[in-house]
């Protein structure tokens, strides 16, 4: 079959480039080689006990039947390589069916240069020009996070491998070996160069072409000029999800909301969620998002908050100085729990990660890294002129500057102090999920995830409730066709990815949940149409 891939922005890469490019993938081949057991029917079993009923049964064990499968396919024809991460869980280990580690996939590293002229076009990372001047793939990124040793070691062969770059030291570009989500946009770019297969940037698609109740093509407008385009066996709309339309959000998620916090692509319109529902798709889950806490530069650049939140010596606190969240759980879960703070009239949006000066020497935060590696005097002036980040010598000033009622927040910590130098979270049970020590430090005792905040100077950093992109969309079924209001499959439309309502429903599995869907219902509509 000739396939023709059509890109509405002026690189490609969409959101996907902006991510981990992390993958989730139950029962695969590979969970063997790090001595994990998996099977279908466990992925199945999981997925169905924390997701329920709002999902169709088919749907997902389409999903954990074909994502294998998926895989192979990928490993065998394409440059795609993932490999498992042993250490990576399931982020819901209390439900039937979840592995402590394995299903969530990294991309690897990829070398830019072999894209050639391509390599212009993608669309570059959240952290490009900000942090460590060397990309990182997934397992480096969290083992410098634990400022050890071993960080310092993995460190310095980075760096090293870094300026030995000489070519691309020389003429001053960034970085040539990429990673994460990056490196998993330029392996499937080189793919489609491998096989001539073109991709149109700036060609938007404009309206699908129908005819008898079956959709039979596309008008593009490439480049400025209209085009239509015949599809013999179907039209796959993959477009991501509507993160950057303010319209939409207003009109089905909660408030408040803004495209200003989002961590998406800037080009997540909701196009081809409108494209579908121009020709009668129906729509679900049009309130939910792929949330994560996120920080906004004061350039206006929005970075998603997963680095920092889960440390101990550190506490979210809504406008009111109060706690109201597990601040280590998964970070969906975070944003979902701010959202209800604020309904409650508490002022969540935005909140404050307060710290002090032992977490500050320590850990990173975001894209800030510890004082043991850059001391308040290199941070840029202006994170502190807009409010990103705000110091004082005590917390009643702290309180003052963040115009936060004083006494409250002295005994929100105070109350927090008490219970963290024992290990316990008797509020909301931080630290005690294999998710929650994951991102912890683990040389803290007993728990990994909480230590008092005592020592000035204190810190707040600024967080909105954002997210990675939205997970509401047109509806599909197992094989990613594409369904009208009354369940009927609309012939020659197909979904994947974000575009789509989501098959995780409104929940978030494990790492790349948002990936591993995507590649895998794009595998089957490709199979379905072609068979």
């Excluded at 890109?7 to 695969?28: D, K, L, N, Q």
């Excluded at 013999?232 to 477009?239: H, I, N, W």
């Excluded at 009668?280 to 908050?305: H, K, R």
């Excluded at 049970?429 to 912890?440: Q, S």
Aim: a neutral charge.
């Amino acid at each position: 079959a000739e396939v023709l891939v059509v890109e509405s922005a002026s690189v490609y890469g969409g959101t996907t480039a902006h991510s981990g490019g992390v993958a989730w993938i139950p029962g695969h081949h590979l969970q063997s080689s790090v001595g994990i057991e998996d099977s279908k029917e466990e992925g199945y079993q999981y997925l169905r006990s924390l997701i329920g009923d709002t999902v169709k049964e088919e749907r997902l064990r389409a999903y954990a039947d074909k994502a294998d499968e998926m895989l192979q396919f990928m490993h065998k024809h394409s440059r795609v390589k993932y490999t498992p991460l042993p250490a990576y869980m399931d982020y819901y280990e209390q439900h039937q069916g979840s592995k402590h580690g394995g299903r969530s996939m990294c991309p690897g590293a990829f070398t830019l240069r072999q894209l050639g002229k391509e390599a212009a076009y993608l669309r570059r990372g959240p952290f490009k020009g900000l942090g460590m001047p060397f990309s990182m793939t997934v397992v480096e990124s969290s083992s410098l996070m634990r400022m050890n040793l071993r960080s310092y070691l993995i460190g310095a062969k980075l760096m090293l491998r870094y300026w030995l770059d000489i070519p691309s030291r020389l003429k001053g570009t960034s970085d040539d070996r990429i990673s994460c989500g990056e490196a998993l946009i330029a392996r499937l770019r080189k793919t489609l160069m491998d096989r001539d297969i073109p991709l149109w940037l700036d060609s938007p698609v404009v309206e699908l072409i129908k005819q008898d109740n079956k959709v039979i093509g596309a008008v593009i407008n490439k480049k400025g000029q209209t085009v239509s385009v015949k599809a013999r066996k179907g039209v796959l709309l993959a477009t991501g999800g509507f993160a950057s339309n303010l319209e939409m959000r207003e009109q089905y998620h909660p408030k408040p909301t803004s495209t200003e916090w989002t961590a998406a692509s800037p080009d997540s319109n909701g196009d081809g969620i409108r494209l579908g529902q121009s020709v009668g798709a129906a729509v679900n889950f049009m309130s939910s998002a792929w949330w994560s806490p996120s920080y906004t530069m004061p350039n206006g650049q929005t970075i998603s908050l997963i680095a920092g939140k889960a440390m101990p010596g550190s506490i979210m606190v809504n406008r009111i100085g109060k706690r109201f969240t597990n601040e280590a759980q998964p970070y969906e879960d975070v944003v979902k729990e701010q959202y209800l703070s604020e309904q409650r009239g508490e002022k969540a949006i935005p909140c404050y990660l307060i710290f002090d000066a032992n977490y500050r020497s320590k850990y990173v935060i975001g894209h800030i890294k510890p004082t043991k590696l850059e001391s308040d005097d290199h941070i840029p002036k202006d994170y502190f002129e807009t409010g990103l980040l705000t110091k004082a010598s005590s917390l009643p000033q702290l309180a003052e500057k963040l115009d936060i009622d004083a006494a409250q927040l002295v005994e929100t910590v105070t109350q927090f102090n008490a219970n963290a130098i024992k290990g316990i979270d008797p509020d909301f049970g931080r630290g005690e999920t294999l998710h929650d020590r994951y991102y912890a430090d683990a040389k803290v005792i007993p728990n990994p995830s909480l230590a008092p905040i005592d020592k000035g100077p204190f810190y707040a950093f600024k967080i909105e409730a954002g997210d990675l992109d939205t997970k509401g969309g047109i509806v599909c079924d197992e094989w990613a066709r594409v369904c009208d209001n009354d369940g009927s499959v609309i012939e020659g439309l197909y979904g994947a990815g974000n575009t789509t309502a989501a098959v995780m429903g409104d929940t978030y599995p494990g790492a790349g949940a948002t990936i591993g869907s995507a590649m895998t219902f794009a595998y089957i509509a490709a199979q379905y149409a072609i068979s």
